[in-house]
């Protein structure tokens, strides 16, 4: 029986009610495909400020690293809002896991389900029919780690530095993943950048071209950020993949996951340089955040997390019969007509985040 470690990190609000849900789905999957999951939890964000004075505990990141994949849930909240930018969960324990894991890959799907279109913001004439884009993020690079990086008094007046810097290995091997995720779907890849300013866009439009040449079926287009958000609201149908740096691939992403309408049902993918014999260590988790409002209540959507779940055993696992399975039951839930209240509507039964996982679990 093939066995598994997997670091759980539940985080804050919502992200315990969820997990519990992911749980129970990988145990229908352990069951199903005679897998084994050894699970370690371990604290991240707002508990472990609370609890170990820091949001990345040593020993939680001790557990990551001794783990084939960390599933993590959310983190943050009003009640660390206070604190130094640099101190509050969302900061404190991404970034560093990002860096320390090396997960330069972001893959964040956005899809629009046929039967959720309804929750889009979007004229349902644009989202007819629902649609499918992933955008592929760099995530260890650019605005977020370049040095220097600070804020301080200089000549009577305060100047902040931050500061863009992609070497194009980085760029490179980024490429490389959107390039080969667009083989195995529509074969389309829009790279984002904005090469009529950025010293570091032109370097990227360059290599993104570079790197095409071996991927010869894929028809590769390029547009600027700017523009690029406009199209995605005109006309969400006309991509498949998308390419992005790390700033402009967490705007789009967001964006993207706005006008599926599901952003309670998209999960996301982090994924590390080191290759294992299953796929890449990475960190799985949804794409939504810790929605404080409605924490504690048993009515937050599982999906995300369940998704998440499903990206696990594709991409770090190296188990996509069990993915699939997983995506599978999550259709065939939504096709019966069940629904958490964010994605509900007239004529459909309204569920919690329990009856969801369980209907989930039992699909399988
Ligand atoms: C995301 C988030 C993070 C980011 C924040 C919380 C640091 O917005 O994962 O998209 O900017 O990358
Ligand atoms: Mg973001």
Redesign the pocket.
């Known amino acids: 029986m093939k066995s598994f470690k997997i670091a759980v990190l539940p985080g804050d609000g919502i992200g315990p009610e969820v997990m519990a849900e992911a749980r129970r789905v990988l145990s229908a999957v352990e069951a199903k495909f005679s897998l084994q999951f050894e699970l370690t939890e371990a604290r991240v964000g707002g508990i472990a400020i609370d609890v170990d004075g820091k949001a990345l505990p040593e020993e939680t990141v001790r557990v990551c690293r001794e783990s084939d994949a960390i599933l993590f849930g959310s983190v943050g909240g009003p009640k660390w809002e206070s604190l130094p930018p640099n101190e509050q969960p969302?900061?404190a324990a991404?970034?560093p896991l990002r860096k320390l894991f090396g997960l330069f890959a972001n893959l964040r799907p956005g899809i629009c389900f046929p039967k959720l279109t309804h929750a889009s913001p979007v004229k349902e004439s644009i989202v007819a029919g629902g649609f499918d884009v992933l955008c592929v993020r760099e995530l260890t690079g650019g605005l977020?780690f370049g040095q220097p990086k600070y804020c301080r008094e200089e000549d009577g007046d305060v100047i902040a530095v931050d500061t863009m810097v992609y070497k194009k290995s980085e760029i490179e091997r980024i490429a490389h993943v959107a390039f080969k995720a667009a083989q195995g779907r529509r074969k389309l890849l829009t790279s984002i950048d904005k090469a009529n300013v950025l010293e570091n866009s032109v370097l990227w439009r360059k290599t993104v071209i570079e790197i095409g040449k071996q991927y010869p079926e894929v028809t590769l287009q390029h547009l600027y950020v700017d523009n690029a958000a406009m199209q995605l609201v005109k006309n969400p149908k006309g991509f498949d993949v998308i390419l992005a740096e790390n700033l402009f691939g967490?705007i789009l992403?967001?964006e993207m996951a706005m006008i599926t309408g599901s952003l309670g049902m998209l999960p996301s993918a982090s994924l590390g340089l080191q290759e294992t014999a299953t796929g890449r260590f990475g960190l799985f988790e949804p794409s939504g955040g810790t929605a404080p409002d409605i924490a504690g209540k048993g009515i937050a959507n599982p999906i995300a997390q369940i998704l998440s779940v499903a990206m696990m055993l594709r991409y770090a696992l190296g188990e996509p019969a069990a993915a699939d399975a997983i995506d599978a039951a999550v259709l065939k839930v939504i096709d019966d007509g069940l629904r958490t209240g964010d994605i509900w509507s007239e004529g459909t039964r309204r569920i919690g985040t329990k009856e969801m996982g369980e209907a989930i679990a039992a699909a399988i």
Do not use: A, Q, V
């Open positions: 969302e900061r991404l970034l977020y967490d992403s967001d």
